[in-house]
């Protein structure tokens, strides 16, 4: 049975008319797209983004004081909340499918709506108690944890199904038995994970994340979001500099962390860094998938070392496939060498004049 969704304290709905000609939104008012981002949602029953009266945006917001002009001036702890927010209603909404395990993008989304939840709450520790924050992360790491060992294996046997139907038959047999050994053990990973969600330690955590929004842990209700993310892209920057020549898999994955950390933390400045910080979240999107799909080949050839068995056709099968991986990691490697400089580039653009933490 699904949760109801825990309001913002505070939380109220205001309808802003811009200033701005033909109906657009002016630059001192968040758009519809950035407020929803970090959380905000429409009146029940109000129109879509795209059928909404020109010239107006009715949005819920955390209630706020007026800053100048009467439009709401936000602080910092209704960013960071609100974000939560987003992230507890994602959870809510995949967790039953989680738990069930047929549909693979619920154990998706619902990873990824803890993930986020990690980076919010690093990004914005700043705002709350500091042993509240790194004890509800480590909690947080440990549920994404057993969610990504479910994921793994899904992404993993998605790959591994496509790649066999254009095989020889001789290896498609040996595939279908490395299939069903997938299945086994992702059987399991299930098992925990549904033990996991149905035990008290989730719960604590689920009660802790619902509880923060109504009384949030604040220490301050201040500070710089947009400092915070530049500080994140320097820490990107600064680990791509030191890569070798030739990095190896815990190198690239090293650096698509802090590519996940600079990209979320600007997803909760971006109202604020506006459309340059747009262009950095969208290029770090693709740089995170280029190093995820170097992340995906280093799994495949870990799972053949454990799992593929010792007949000629399993081998066969292991050694093509391991050649395949070399040339996937090749590829992503190649592709993040010819993004970089673009991330950079709109990193610059977005940061230059923010003065990191």
Same mark, same amino acid.
Request: hydrophobic share 40%; with cysteine; glycine share 6%.
């Given at each position: #049975?699904?949760?109801?969704?825990?309001?913002?304290?505070?939380?109220?709905?205001?309808?802003? /008319?811009?200033?701005?000609?033909?109906?657009?939104?002016?630059?001192?008012?968040?758009?519809?797209?950035?407020?929803?981002?970090?959380?905000?949602?429409?009146?029940?029953?109000?129109?879509?983004?795209?059928?909404?009266?020109?010239?107006?945006?009715?949005?819920?917001?955390?209630?706020?004081?007026?800053?100048?002009?009467? +439009?709401?001036?936000?602080?910092?702890?209704? *960013?960071?909340?609100?974000?939560?927010?987003? !992230?507890?209603?994602?959870?809510?909404? *995949?967790?039953?499918?989680?738990?069930?395990?047929?549909?693979?993008?619920?154990? *998706?989304? #619902?990873?990824?709506?803890?993930?986020?939840?990690?980076?919010?709450?690093?990004?914005?520790?700043?705002?709350?108690?500091?042993?509240?924050?790194?004890?509800?992360?480590?909690?947080?790491?440990?549920?994404?944890?057993?969610?990504?060992?479910?994921?793994?294996?899904?992404?993993?046997?998605?790959?591994?199904?496509?790649?066999?139907?254009?095989?020889?038959?001789?290896?498609?047999?040996?595939?279908?038995?490395?299939?069903?050994?997938?299945?086994?053990?992702?059987?399991?990973?299930?098992?925990?994970?549904?033990?996991?969600?149905?035990?008290?330690?989730?719960?604590?955590?689920?009660?802790?994340?619902?509880?923060?929004?109504?009384?949030?842990?604040?220490?301050?209700?201040?500070?710089?979001?947009?400092?915070?993310?530049?500080?994140?892209?320097?820490?990107?920057?600064?680990?791509? %500099?030191?890569?070798?020549?030739?990095?190896?898999?815990?190198?690239?994955?090293?650096?698509?962390?802090?590519?996940?950390?600079?990209?979320?933390?600007?997803?909760?400045?971006?109202? +604020?860094?506006?459309?340059?910080?747009?262009?950095?979240?969208?290029?770090? %999107?693709?740089?995170?998938?280029?190093?995820?799909?170097? !992340?995906?080949?280093?799994?495949?050839?870990?799972?053949?070392?454990?799992?593929?068995?010792?007949? !000629?056709?399993? !081998?066969?099968?292991?050694?093509?496939?391991? /050649?395949?991986?070399?040339?996937?990691?090749?590829?992503?490697?190649?592709?993040?060498?010819?993004?970089?400089? %673009?991330?950079?580039?709109?990193?610059?653009?977005?940061?230059?004049?923010?003065?990191?933490?």
């Amino acid at each position: #049975m699904a949760r109801p969704t825990t309001p913002v304290a505070g939380t109220e709905c205001r309808t802003w /008319k811009p200033r701005s000609p033909e109906g657009s939104l002016s630059a001192d008012v968040p758009s519809i797209d950035s407020l929803e981002r970090l959380g905000a949602t429409r009146t029940p029953g109000a129109p879509s983004a795209s059928t909404i009266r020109p010239g107006y945006a009715t949005v819920y917001r955390s209630s706020v004081p007026k800053g100048r002009n009467g +439009m709401p001036a936000s602080s910092s702890v209704d *960013h960071v909340l609100l974000a939560m927010k987003a !992230q507890l209603s994602a959870i809510h909404a *995949h967790e039953a499918g989680a738990r069930n395990g047929q549909d693979p993008e619920d154990v *998706h989304q #619902m990873r990824v709506a803890i993930r986020r939840l990690r980076a919010i709450l690093r990004a914005g520790r700043a705002v709350f108690n500091p042993k509240w924050v790194e004890g509800l992360r480590r909690e947080l790491k440990w549920l994404g944890t057993r969610l990504g060992r479910v994921r793994d294996l899904d992404v993993l046997h998605a790959y591994l199904r496509s790649w066999l139907t254009a095989r020889p038959a001789v290896e498609r047999i040996a595939g279908r038995r490395l299939l069903r050994h997938l299945d086994v053990d992702r059987a399991r990973a299930t098992a925990g994970l549904r033990a996991a969600l149905a035990g008290p330690r989730y719960a604590r955590v689920h009660a802790r994340l619902e509880a923060a929004l109504i009384r949030p842990p604040i220490r301050t209700a201040e500070v710089s979001l947009p400092g915070i993310a530049a500080g994140e892209f320097a820490k990107l920057r600064k680990a791509v %500099k030191k890569l070798p020549t030739h990095p190896n898999a815990d190198d690239l994955h090293a650096v698509r962390i802090k590519v996940k950390r600079a990209r979320y933390a600007t997803e909760l400045a971006q109202p +604020m860094v506006a459309r340059p910080g747009e262009r950095f979240i969208k290029t770090a %999107k693709r740089l995170q998938d280029i190093l995820g799909e170097h !992340q995906d080949a280093v799994v495949v050839e870990a799972y053949l070392r454990r799992a593929i068995d010792r007949t !000629q056709a399993a !081998q066969t099968l292991a050694q093509q496939l391991r /050649k395949q991986q070399g040339k996937r990691r090749d590829q992503a490697l190649a592709a993040f060498t010819e993004q970089w400089p %673009k991330i950079k580039r709109r990193g610059r653009r977005a940061f230059g004049t923010v003065t990191a933490p």
